[in-house]
C-alpha cells in the first residue's frame, strides 16, 4: 500500500519557535508538494520539489522553507513560529509527467496551532 | 492576529437523496480537472477526473459535469449515503504543471 506519511498530526507550539514538519514517501516519486489548507481557501501550495536538493516557491513561500536531501523526504520548515501560521499542512506526492488525479497521494495532514 | 479563513459553503441533504456540487475554476487554459473528498483528519481522496475535451464522465454513483462556456465544474453524486459527508473540492490543472484548488464545500447527510 503505497505511503505519504506526516509523522507529527498535531502539534501545538509557541510563537517564535522553529517547526519541522516532516513528509517522507515510499513510491520514489521525484515531485513533492507542501500545501496548507483554511477552510474556505483551499489548498494554497507553499513550496514543491522536482528533484533532490530543488525547491521552487509556490502561492505563498513567505514564512516558510524547505529542505529536500533524500528524495523520500520533504520536509517544511517554519523559522519562527506566528499565530497566522495555524492551520493544516498536507503534503503530497507524484511521479514526473503528465499528472493524473489518481497518481496524485496526500498524506493525513499536520494540524499545527501556533499559540 | 491568527488568520482566520472564510466560512465553508455546505450543501445538506437527505440521505437517498442526489446531491450536486459546484466548483467554478478560474483559468480557460485548463485542461484537466479533478474531484476530491476529504473526511475529517484525513488527506483529499481521488473521486473522479475529467479531461478538457469531454463534457461528461461517470463513476460509481458520481458523474462529473463540465461546462468550458462558462468555466463550471459540477460533481453529481448519486443515492448519497451517509458515508459520502465531508468536504469536497475540485482542483484545475493547466499545462503550467500546476493543480490549483477550489475552496471546498462540506456536504452533510441527513438521516
Known amino acids: 500500500d503505497v505511503k505519504v506519511t506526516q509523522s507529527s498530526r498535531y502539534l501545538v507550539k509557541r510563537t517564535g519557535e522553529k517547526v519541522f514538519l516532516e513528509c517522507v514517501q515510499d513510491m520514489d516519486h521525484e515531485n513533492m508538494f507542501w500545501y496548507r489548507q483554511d477552510p474556505g481557501l483551499g489548498l494554497r501550495l507553499i513550496y514543491f520539489?522536482?528533484?533532490?536538493?530543488?525547491?521552487e516557491k509556490g502561492d505563498i513561500p513567505e514564512g516558510y522553507s524547505v529542505s529536500r536531501e533524500k528524495k523520500e523526504r520533504f520536509s517544511l520548515i517554519l523559522e519562527s513560529a506566528s499565530t497566522n501560521q495555524t492551520s493544516m499542512y498536507l503534503c503530497a506526492s507524484t511521479a514526473p509527467g503528465r499528472l493524473s488525479g489518481n497518481t496524485i497521494y496526500f498524506g493525513e495532514g499536520s494540524w499545527l496551532t501556533v499559540v | 492576529g491568527e488568520s482566520v479563513g472564510l466560512h465553508l459553503p455546505t450543501l445538506s441533504v437527505q440521505e437517498g437523496d442526489n446531491s450536486i456540487i459546484n466548483c467554478a475554476y478560474s483559468n480557460s487554459a485548463s485542461d484537466y480537472f479533478i474531484w476530491y473528498k476529504q473526511e475529517s483528519g484525513k488527506g483529499p481522496q481521488f473521486i473522479i477526473d475529467i479531461r478538457s475535451n469531454m463534457d461528461k464522465r461517470q463513476g460509481q454513483r458520481v458523474t462529473v459535469l463540465l461546462n468550458k462556456t462558462v468555466k463550471h465544474l459540477s460533481l453529481q453524486i448519486a443515492a448519497t449515503q451517509p458515508g459520502d459527508s465531508a468536504v469536497y473540492f475540485c482542483?484545475?490543472?493547466?499545462?503550467?504543471?500546476?493543480?490549483?484548488f477550489g475552496g471546498g464545500t462540506r456536504l452533510m447527510v441527513k438521516p
Open positions: 482542483a484545475e490543472y493547466n499545462a503550467g504543471n500546476m493543480l490549483t
Open positions: 520539489s522536482y528533484d533532490v536538493k530543488m525547491k
